[in-house]
């Protein structure tokens, strides 16, 4: 079963940072993409890309987080970071990881998402 596991968020004040981890669990031998999503409050189920990494390292941002937040990954160890500096009270949301483009030693899902973590910026 392959399951993504985050962890990092939390409560910061305005101007500070915070490092989101998600790592992959099961049985798989790479991920092409990751992705990180975030989800507002107020916004239903609608959910933003904030930034992706492909398996050769080029990275896009949107353009809210751009020059703040950073996206990188370690495939050796099937996961991806997201480092958030220069936090604002805009940044508060739900932030999720998506995989994308799975292989396995067996049959797995060609995505999954990650259960997210809560990210609270105080102005």
């Known amino acids: 079963q392959v399951q993504l596991v985050e962890s990092g968020g939390g409560l910061v004040q305005a101007g500070g940072s915070l490092r989101l981890s998600c790592a992959a669990s099961g049985s798989i031998l790479s991920i092409d993409d990751w992705h990180w999503y975030r989800q507002a409050p107020g916004t239903g189920n609608q959910r933003e890309l904030v930034a992706r990494i492909d398996s050769g390292g080029s990275t896009n941002y949107a353009d809210s987080v751009k020059g703040r937040f950073t996206i990188s990954r370690d495939n050796a160890r099937r996961t991806v970071f997201l480092q958030m500096n220069s936090l604002k009270s805009d940044d508060t949301a739900v932030y999720y990881c998506?995989?994308?483009?799975?292989?396995?030693?067996?049959?797995?899902?060609?995505?999954?998402w990650g259960q997210g973590t809560q990210v609270t910026v105080s102005s």
């Open positions: 998506y995989a994308l483009g799975l292989v396995g030693f067996g049959p797995v899902p060609h995505t999954v």
